[in-house]
């Protein structure tokens, strides 16, 4: 097929070459998908933008144009580099996932969990008089939901319910975005 339009083309008219958009061919050039623009003019050679989707396409490399593995892993390098956004997202993704794991399960508002948290840490603070925050109520609410439970005299400590719980509230915090 020959073409009869000029062998220089400007960024919309290559963008349109390659069927995609001039965002997107920008995007390609800066990522070294596609060559940079002849120096000293904001055109590109068709003969150059056909050798590069010879290359990424596969039909390149074996005669005249032999494929340069540094070029290549370089420039499937910097396309990771331009893109820290998903690497973010992707950390981000993975960080809520084995957050998740960890999610408190009583269902504990921030007083409660403090209350639990000083007593595991304080076992010899066992009756409400010794907890800070630790009223008769708060102390009810925690034996309900099986995080405590009664023990001899006026005296309270935590099940093993309780005991996991703590791990799980230490591990949700350290874990916070």
Same mark, same amino acid.
């Given at each position: 097929?020959?073409?009869?339009?000029?062998?220089?083309?400007?960024?919309?008219?290559?963008?349109?070459?390659?069927?995609?958009?001039?965002?997107?061919? *920008?995007?390609?050039?800066?990522?070294?998908?596609?060559?940079?623009?002849?120096?000293?003019?904001?055109?590109?050679?068709?003969?150059?933008?056909?050798?590069?989707?010879?290359?990424? *396409?596969?039909?390149?490399?074996?005669?005249?144009?032999?494929?340069?593995?540094?070029?290549?892993?370089?420039?499937?390098?910097?396309?990771?580099?331009?893109?820290? *956004?998903?690497? $973010? *997202?992707?950390?981000?993704?993975?960080?809520?996932?084995?957050?998740?794991?960890?999610?408190?399960?009583?269902?504990?508002?921030?007083?409660?969990?403090?209350?639990?948290?000083?007593?595991?840490?304080?076992?010899?603070?066992?009756?409400?008089?010794?907890?800070?925050?630790?009223?008769?109520?708060?102390?009810?609410? $925690?034996?309900?939901?099986?995080? $405590?439970?009664?023990?001899?005299?006026?005296?309270?400590?935590?099940?093993?319910?309780?005991?996991?719980?703590?791990?799980?509230?230490?591990?949700?915090?350290? $874990?916070?975005?």
């Amino acid at each position: 097929m020959t073409d009869n339009g000029p062998r220089l083309i400007g960024r919309k008219e290559a963008a349109a070459y390659c069927n995609i958009t001039p965002t997107a061919f *920008s995007g390609w050039v800066r990522t070294h998908i596609m060559p940079p623009a002849i120096p000293g003019t904001r055109k590109w050679d068709k003969k150059a933008i056909d050798a590069k989707l010879d290359e990424i *396409s596969g039909l390149a490399g074996n005669d005249n144009n032999p494929v340069d593995e540094f070029e290549k892993w370089e420039r499937e390098k910097r396309q990771v580099v331009d893109r820290p *956004s998903d690497s $973010l *997202s992707e950390w981000r993704e993975k960080k809520e996932k084995r957050r998740a794991k960890y999610q408190p399960r009583m269902g504990l508002d921030a007083k409660h969990e403090r209350v639990l948290l000083f007593m595991a840490e304080r076992p010899d603070c066992d009756t409400p008089g010794m907890i800070p925050g630790a009223g008769p109520a708060v102390i009810q609410h $925690l034996v309900t939901v099986g995080a $405590l439970k009664h023990a001899p005299g006026d005296r309270y400590e935590l099940t093993d319910e309780g005991r996991l719980e703590v791990v799980r509230i230490r591990k949700w915090w350290n $874990l916070a975005p």
